[in-house]
């Protein structure tokens, strides 16, 4: 399970239970592999199930107050709306499954801008297979800003690329659980790309 949390969230509430720890007070909020997201103990189904391999993202919006959740790239919606804005958030990751690993490989903070968010609409409306800052015209100045700042919401993306990338990280030595979000993805690709040229 992934999320996020306060430091009001009661690490003991679960303390004789097997049970996840995230969502089940309303200090914090998690996405489990069941496909639920869990806030206040109200669980709420947005996806299938999931299991090893699968890369999950989490982006939380301060400014809006919202969580968006992400899975092998896909955008699969807004997870939580309200009771966000406003908090010191932390993430967070748990398992009750033996023998899991998670790793939370990037987490980032900018502020949310109209540059974002357009991007956002740009990535969406687009196959995920096409590069955007390759697929429109951009600005020779802006595109050289957005790829070194927004580099990893414009790139293409795919479920097969994800898995074919944490097979070749192995082979290299590289320990790699695609339990950590959307970022291991980008990282993976970046050492992928590195090893080519």
């Known amino acids: 399970m992934v999320g996020f949390g306060t430091e009001a969230v009661n690490l003991q509430s679960a303390a ?3 049970t996840s ?3 089940l007070d309303s200090e914090s909020w998690g996405y489990s592999y069941t496909g639920n997201l869990i806030h206040n ?3 709420r189904k947005i996806s299938q199930s999931f299991g090893h391999g699968v890369v ?10 919202r969580m968006s959740v992400f899975r092998n790239g896909k955008f699969l919606g807004v997870g939580f709306s309200s009771g966000i804005r406003g908090k010191e958030i932390y993430p967070m990751a748990c398992s009750t499954a033996a023998r899991t690993g998670m790793r939370i490989v990037r987490s980032s903070s900018f502020p949310t801008s109209l540059q974002f968010m357009c991007c956002q609409v740009l990535r969406n409306s687009l196959p995920a ?5 390759e697929s429109i015209f951009i600005p020779p100045g802006l595109k050289l800003f957005l790829i070194n700042n927004l580099d990893w919401l414009l790139r ?9 990338t944490v097979t070749k990280l192995r082979k290299r030595g590289v320990r790699c659980e695609p339990k950590g ?7 993976a690709r970046s050492d992928v790309t590195d090893q080519k040229n």
């Open 181 to 187: 979000g959307c970022s291991e993805m980008k990282r």
């Open 16 to 18: 004789n239970k097997f």
């Open 56 to 65: 999950i993202g989490i982006h939380l919006d301060m400014w809006l107050g």
């Open 129 to 133: 297979d096409k590069d955007v800052s």
């Open 156 to 164: 293409p993306y795919s479920p097969k690329e994800v898995s074919g």
């Open 41 to 43: 103990g109200v669980k």
């Open 21 to 23: 720890l995230l969502g």
